[in-house]
């Protein structure tokens, strides 16, 4: 489903974010990339959905070169795909059905999809409840269900998460981490960047080490 080759991103004054990386993840899998802050997972992640360019190598999605995309293919692309930050990026006006209902409006659903979906994630991630609540009345582990909740609004093929638990104890970091697990049963392609190797070992997925931009390790 995704495929890397010879992957590098240099950025001004010669700043090597990521160097020669190769990679390749299969459809329905769960990969985790694991490293220090600054060791290039967030530009990884960002190079995936298009956010930025690769400086050289090829990066292929569903077999289309993403380097290549047009526009009105870029977009589409985007559609397949849901994106969790680390700072959640929930608006702040809004209560946690309203910030779900904005994405609706921006994929363009229908009124009634739209009930569908808001009423699908709200009940697969235990948020019914909180439906009518601002984001400033959440924990930290219900402000990053909803930003979960956001991204399966798009009903991604692939589900891109940057330090998920980042700002979560370990144990509401396991909770999240299980919350994806159930999600990719449904057969959603998952990849979480996480500076947390503990997350990586007690779950068992696959994973890739970067340090400084290179891959340094990987596991089964």
């Known amino acids: 489903m995704i495929q890397m080759y010879h992957v590098s991103k240099t950025f001004e004054r010669e700043i090597h974010a990521l160097e020669d990386i190769n990679l390749h993840i299969k459809k329905g899998e769960l990969l985790f990339i694991v490293g220090p802050s600054g060791a290039g997972k967030t530009t990884l992640l960002r190079l995936l ?3 930025l360019l690769p400086t050289s190598g090829q990066i292929l999605v569903n077999g289309k070169n993403v380097a290549r995309l047009k526009d009105s293919a870029v977009s589409h692309l985007r559609r397949s795909m849901g994106v969790i930050f680390q700072d959640f990026k929930l608006l702040k006006d809004r209560t946690v059905q309203e910030n779900l209902i904005f994405v609706a409006r921006v994929l363009g659903l229908s009124g009634s999809e739209t009930r569908r979906r808001v009423g699908q994630v709200l009940k ?12 400033q009345r ?24 940057d330090e998920p638990t980042g700002n979560l104890d370990f144990e509401l970091g396991l909770e999240v981490m299980r919350l994806f697990k159930e999600i ?19 779950m068992g ?15 089964a």
């Open 205 to 219: 997925w696959r994973a890739i080490h970067l340090k400084e931009g290179r891959v340094v390790e990987r596991s």
């Open 49 to 51: 959905y298009r956010d």
């Open 184 to 202: 990719n049963t449904r057969g959603t392609t998952i990849v979480a960047a996480t500076h947390d190797d503990r997350l990586a070992s007690q």
């Open 124 to 135: 697969m991630l235990g948020l019914t409840s909180k439906a009518n609540f601002y984001p």
């Open 138 to 161: 959440l924990s930290g582990g219900e402000q990053q269900r909803v930003a979960i909740a956001r991204a399966l609004m798009s009903d991604p093929l692939i589900l891109l998460a």
